[in-house]
DNA sequence: CGAACAATTGAATCCTTTCAAAGGGAGTGG
DNA sequence: CCACTCCCTTTGAAAGGATTCAATTGTTCG
């Protein structure tokens, strides 16, 4: 089935490629099932790509911080995307502006990023892994964002809420990350979260 | 750390590019790490993708049957691929043959793959998506080949090969699907084996 | 300020893992 | 060809962890 392009504000064919277009909080970039005619470079903000399952749960299958790629799919788009925060997005045709080498390999990266989350089996590895893939984003800088809401990350990582709640409180109330309110996270102990994602002996 | 490309018998660069190559059963294809010069298509048995983890878990990320690509990464491998079954593979020089659009599109189904596997939760939610995914490949017909061992199952799908092992055990009592031995099985009541795999209703 | 939504927390249940042991197949050597 | 061994698979029982159900607290936004 298919949802026909979503909208896009400030629609400029002409320079389409060169400005950014603005996108609002929770404002739909495609839909799973659209022909796929555009691929999309984050400028500002977070998006999230989820599929959506006929038992009507849905996965999230990236979040894409300034820098990533997404939208880079064969023939129609295999999941919807969504801005989290007010974003900015570079928009490129796929015939016209096909993505480059470069483009293709952050694209890569980030399915890469999103299997290996799953190599992770209990509450703690996959959050602690999450945690630091987002630390890890050349953006950030000493804090972490969250800006996404916990059943979005609950979603990411195929937990429930519940889960992600207990296990984020845990790991604050031993020290290794502290909470400046939901959205931001600092890191305390690296080495103690890198221990927890398994990355480390 | 890299390992050196592995061994590739009857290596003859003047034709490699046009006749398969032949490999024994669980016989090292490339190691995680190894400088990406190839890519690869199978044209007889199947291939497995491990990615090794610092705490010793490996995750498989991907079984290729006949008409699957593999290899397809940015610069250097990102798992290690072996043989399940004694195989014969198209192997590509990625800068000399670099694969076609029609490749991308079959290996990004794989990965895609992957990845759908994870939005199921339950034991028997990814093990009855896992047998669905294999019996559609285009060479099954009727009977659903399993040469791979319960631990690759376990290690795919992120659960114990005891739990694998249960979880076959309960849908072949429950009429669902017959095992022909360990390593095949026949599809019985197809519209089951799809609700347990989230897929209707 | 109030309402609606999001997040946290508690308790009980269910499922998967872990620990332990037995059963079965494939391959080797006698 | 059979017996033996090794390894993979299956199965049992107990423990641990995530989910579910339920209720409270906190946050955001009109």
Redesign the pocket.
């Known amino acids: 089935m298919s949802y026909g392009l979503a909208e896009l504000p400030d629609q400029k064919p002409a320079e389409a490629d060169q400005a950014p277009v603005a996108f609002r909080k929770n404002e739909i970039i495609f839909h799973q099932g659209d022909m796929a005619l555009y691929w999309f470079e984050v400028a500002e903000g977070v998006v999230r790509t989820c599929h959506f399952r006929v038992d009507g749960n849905r996965q999230l299958t990236g979040f894409f911080f300034p820098g990533d790629v997404f939208g880079i799919e064969g023939n129609q788009y295999l999941a919807t995307a969504q801005t989290v925060t007010s974003a900015k997005l570079m928009r490129h045709h796929s015939l016209s502006h096909p993505p480059q080498p470069d483009h293709l390999e952050r694209a890569l990266a980030s399915a890469q990023q999103c299997i290996a989350l799953f190599g992770h089996?209990?509450?703690?590895e996959r959050l602690a892994a999450f945690i630091l893939s987002i630390a890890r984003k050349p953006t950030t800088n000493g804090c972490v964002p969250l800006p996404m809401?916990?059943?979005d990350i609950a979603d990411h990582l195929?937990?429930?809420?519940?889960?992600?709640?207990?296990t984020?409180?845990d790991i604050v109330n031993r020290g290794i990350v502290a909470a400046d309110?939901?959205h931001r996270l600092r890191i305390i102990d690296q080495d103690q979260l890198a221990r927890l994602a398994g990355e480390t002996e």
Do not use: C, N, P, Q
């Open positions: 089996r209990t509450a703690h809401s916990r059943a195929g937990l429930t809420i519940h889960t992600v709640s207990r984020m409180t309110g939901l």
